[in-house]
């Protein structure tokens, strides 16, 4: 175990032992719980915050998320909540889930393909929540 593995190992442990001391109910809670909390911005904000404000004419939000998926795919897929949080936000400013597959698909090419089928199995989680929510 490398040394930065064991120190975030031990910040893990020294917050899940601050988080119990806090409430005994986070006894069992996990790290990756996070993911759930992070809110979906509202397309409008999104269109605000990556496009439109700084860059008028430029690429809309539904597409500067894809190019995001795709980097974050093509990295190998290591960044679940990343990639979960974007699936989200491209949902939110309407993009189809056939359209986040096809991003996903084409990173195969440059992250492989564990990194894609990775992904993929992250995006249906999300989609699956994103259409029991309706």
Same mark, same amino acid.
């Given at each position: 175990?490398?040394?930065?593995?064991?120190?975030?190992?031990?910040?893990? *442990?020294?917050?899940?032992?601050?988080a119990k001391a806090m409430n005994p109910a986070l006894e069992k809670f996990q790290f990756p719980d996070f993911t759930s909390?992070?809110?979906?911005?509202?397309?409008?904000?999104?269109?605000?915050?990556?496009?439109?404000?700084?860059?008028?004419?430029?690429?809309?939000?539904?597409?500067?998320?894809?190019?995001?998926?795709?980097?974050?795919?093509?990295? @190998?897929s290591q960044l679940e909540p990343q990639i979960k949080l974007t699936v989200r936000h491209a949902l939110e400013v309407g993009?189809?889930?056939?359209?986040?597959?096809?991003?996903?698909?084409?990173?195969?090419?440059?992250? @492989?393909?564990?990194?894609?089928?990775?992904?993929? *199995?992250?995006?249906?989680?999300?989609?699956?929540?994103? *259409?029991?929510?309706?």
């Amino acid at each position: 175990m490398s040394d930065f593995t064991k120190l975030f190992q031990s910040m893990i *442990e020294q917050s899940q032992e601050m988080a119990k001391a806090m409430n005994p109910a986070l006894e069992k809670f996990q790290f990756p719980d996070f993911t759930s909390m992070m809110p979906t911005m509202p397309k409008d904000a999104m269109e605000m915050a990556f496009g439109n404000t700084f860059n008028p004419g430029g690429l809309d939000a539904k597409t500067r998320l894809f190019v995001t998926l795709g980097g974050l795919v093509a990295q @190998g897929s290591q960044l679940e909540p990343q990639i979960k949080l974007t699936v989200r936000h491209a949902l939110e400013v309407g993009a189809t889930a056939q359209e986040i597959a096809e991003v996903i698909g084409q990173m195969s090419v440059f992250g @492989g393909v564990p990194a894609m089928t990775k992904a993929m *199995e992250l995006a249906q989680a999300v989609i699956a929540e994103h *259409e029991e929510g309706k």
